[in-house]
């Protein structure tokens, strides 16, 4: 904090801390599911390199790169002349991502313990910056995309991916809808921290507009949530990765979990195919330019 924020401001860019224990509890699992899920959003990792022109030898910043992605797929991508940075305010998640990073052997990824609000990187230094999901949880996101643009160089790309609304995505209301039966779901405010703050068309475009973003535009992103798992294992990677619909299991008896789980692998059969699952999905990539520095 600087002499010139004041105590209220400091505490206002806090990442919220039930937001933050949220994440730490379920690092583990997303560690240890690290290879499905990079397959399941690889095509918006691929999105995000596309929008934000990422090339080889660039240097690139991940921002709430979670156990490292996509920070781990652009490191392939820009070759080992390149470098990528991820950060995440969880410290459990940067530990699985070195871990994931060490047991690929990737030189050129380095990940470190930070928030989007404070970056502890110099002015002018990427050439790219992207973060897939994770500006739905930051406590200021104007602030964030503004410190984004300080980091990043002068006529550069930041890109953000975000996910449209949830009945347009069955990867997530399929397993809720089931759940919410039997546990009430807790009303969202507008604004808090969640997966479809900015499922609006435009949000997340006004909020760059605002932080100073050049040339913001967006873009509907269609495609399949694709892996080759069963729905058995789909609903073990949902349930773990999910801290909400674990809290929310746990307040079930074994008989209620019991009918949850064969009323939720019911509702997947649409899902499953040959070669394992494939849900439509949608989500909203935002993108613009960091204006010439005068």
């Not at 499905?36 to 090339?55: K, N, S, W, Y």
């Not at 930070?114 to 999901?133: G, V």
């Not at 435009?202 to 080759?228: D, H």
């Not at 990765?241 to 979990?257: D, M």
């Amino acid at each position: 904090m600087t002499r010139s924020q004041s105590p209220l401001l400091f505490l206002l860019l806090q990442p919220d801390r039930q937001v933050m224990n949220r994440w730490g509890s379920s690092a583990p699992y997303w560690e240890k599911h690290s290879e499905i899920i990079r397959r399941m959003f690889e095509p918006v990792t691929h999105a995000l390199v596309q929008d934000a022109q990422i090339g080889s030898h660039q240097t690139v910043l991940d921002i709430a790169t979670g156990p490292g992605e996509p920070a781990l797929s652009v490191a392939a991508l820009i070759g080992p002349k390149g470098k990528v940075y991820g950060i995440d305010p969880i410290p459990e998640m940067v530990g699985a991502a070195r871990r994931v990073a060490d047991r690929l052997g990737l030189k050129n990824a380095q990940f470190q313990v930070a928030s989007a609000q404070r970056l502890p990187f110099s002015a002018d230094t990427f050439d790219a910056l992207i973060s897939r999901f994770g500006v739905m949880f930051f406590p200021s996101p104007v602030d964030a995309v503004r410190e984004m643009l300080r980091v990043l160089k002068p006529e550069r790309k930041l890109a953000l991916a975000v996910w449209h609304f949830a009945e347009r995505n069955p990867f997530h209301y399929t397993v809720s809808r089931v759940i919410d039966r039997y546990v009430d779901p807790q009303p969202v405010a507008p604004d808090a921290p969640d997966a479809f703050r900015f499922a609006r068309p435009g949000k997340l475009t006004e909020v760059l507009v605002e932080a100073g973003v050049r040339a913001a535009s967006e873009r509907l992103f269609q495609f399949n949530i694709q892996a080759p798992i069963s729905l058995e294992d789909y609903w073990t990677v949902r349930l773990d990765i999910s801290e909400k619909f674990r809290q929310k299991i746990a307040l079930l008896s074994s008989e209620q979990v019991a009918e949850v789980k064969s009323e939720v692998l019911d509702a997947l059969l649409e899902y499953s195919t040959d070669q394992g699952i494939s849900f439509p999905a949608e989500v909203l990539v935002v993108s613009g330019t960091k204006g010439r520095t005068e």
